[in-house]
């Protein structure tokens, strides 16, 4: 059956620090792979948007990389601050462009 | 950016009350929207696909007749919660898609149904 992981467990980092978070896919072949913030009580807010021919994209200091061989995409956060502590969800888009299908989120919790 | 406006953010009821919300797409036209449900520490769990001017696809095991859904213009999706009980208590969230079918699926800020 299809499956997105997400670490359950909270990253905890410093401030000033680089955050990486990891989306592990199987069973998927997406159109494309995207990241959301989510804050407590809220909707989910886009972030990036990445398509299976693309490797990398990059958005102020946020930076998404996709390696469709090891079903992977990593999300990184540079120079992190405190603001930047959410839950981050990763979610997939089917081939058909039918049905966005999320991960279970991580939580980024940044110290001052 | 894309903006996706949902009303009511938080609604609490008696069971038995049927409970709309309201899904708007304030800057762009959404030939579909989205409608999930979440629970606490969980995903967002897909209800039903809504498209507008037809009938909504509901994925397995959700009752149609317990959440009714219409979209009726290109930038308005409504959910209705008939007869309510305390087990649906739960955070709603719509989403809708811009016609170009590779551009990003963007978010109410969710309903927070509590349900006596």
């Known amino acids: 059956s299809q499956k997105i992981e997400q670490n359950s467990e909270a990253l905890n980092i410093q401030e000033g620090k680089t955050a990486t978070l990891t989306c592990n896919y199987t069973?998927?072949?997406?159109?494309?792979l995207q990241w959301y913030r989510q804050d407590p009580g809220r909707g989910p807010v886009f972030l990036l948007l990445i398509r299976e021919n693309e490797k990398e994209k990059r958005k102020e200091r946020l930076k998404v990389t996709f390696d469709t061989t090891l079903k992977q995409s990593l999300f990184h956060i540079t120079a992190s601050q405190p603001a930047d502590s959410a839950t981050y969800l990763c979610?997939?888009?089917?081939?058909?462009?039918?049905?966005?299908?999320f991960g279970k989120g991580t939580m980024l919790l940044v110290s001052p | 950016g894309a903006v996706v406006s949902q009303h009511p953010s938080r609604v609490i009821c008696k069971s038995g009350t049927s409970v709309k919300i309201e899904c708007r797409s304030l800057d762009f036209q959404a030939t579909t929207m989205f409608w999930y449900r979440q629970f606490p520490k969980q995903s967002l769990m897909l209800m039903a696909t809504s498209n507008e001017g037809s009938k909504a696809t509901y994925e397995q095991g959700v009752e149609k007749d317990k959440f009714l859904i219409n979209h009726a213009s290109l930038t308005l999706s409504t959910l209705t919660v008939t007869s309510a009980h305390p087990e649906d208590s739960s955070f709603y969230i719509c989403?809708?898609?811009?016609?170009?079918?590779?551009?990003?699926?963007?978010f109410g800020d969710g309903t927070r149904l509590s349900i006596l």
């Open positions: 989403s809708a898609r811009p016609q170009v079918r590779d551009q990003p699926q963007h």
């Open positions: 979610a997939l888009m089917n081939s058909g462009y039918s049905t966005l299908t």
């Open positions: 069973n998927y072949s997406p159109a494309y």
